[in-house]
């Protein structure tokens, strides 16, 4: 599958579940589309390209990307694979199921756990908080 083939077939599956974001793909050279989706607060953006070939999403607020992750990291391979997580991740995002950390050095960031609102490793003087996408 070549990249134009595999934005068209994701952008619209990824479109036909969440139409709100429509309006905020933005078309980039090479074939890719970056979609950058903010926050009521504006204070992070979920952002997802189609970059290389394969879906990946993440989050800037703090910095350009303060946290991203490749759907290849949850064994989906195959386009149809990509997008049914991606899709999972996102109605759990957008739904409020997900805890968002936010963390004064590394910015915004999630958790695999759902449910986990601590995180392992602090920096001396790092402060975290937790919030749903809602909040933020």
């Known amino acids: 599958m070549e990249q134009k083939e595999f934005t068209d077939y994701v952008i619209s599956k990824i479109v036909a579940e969440f139409p709100q974001l429509k309006d905020f793909c933005t ?3 090479n074939d890719i589309i970056d979609i950058d989706y903010k926050s009521k607060k504006g204070n992070v953006t979920f952002w997802l ?3 290389d ?3 990946t999403i ?4 703090l910095t350009e990307c303060d946290w991203h992750t490749h759907m290849s990291l949850f064994e989906a391979n195959l386009p149809n694979e990509e997008i049914e ?3 999972k991740f996102m109605k759990n995002l957008f739904s409020d199921k997900l805890n968002i950390i936010y963390s004064n050095f590394r910015g ?3 958790i695999d756990n759902e449910n986990e609102t601590k995180v392992d490793e602090q ?3 790092e ?3 937790t919030f749903k996408w809602t909040n933020l």
């Open 27 to 29: 078309v980039k050279p």
């Open 49 to 51: 390209t189609t970059q």
């Open 85 to 87: 997580v991606a899709i």
């Open 58 to 61: 993440g989050f800037s607020g």
């Open 123 to 125: 920096e001396k003087g």
């Open 53 to 55: 070939k394969e879906i």
């Open 108 to 110: 915004y960031f999630h």
């Open 127 to 129: 402060i975290f908080e």
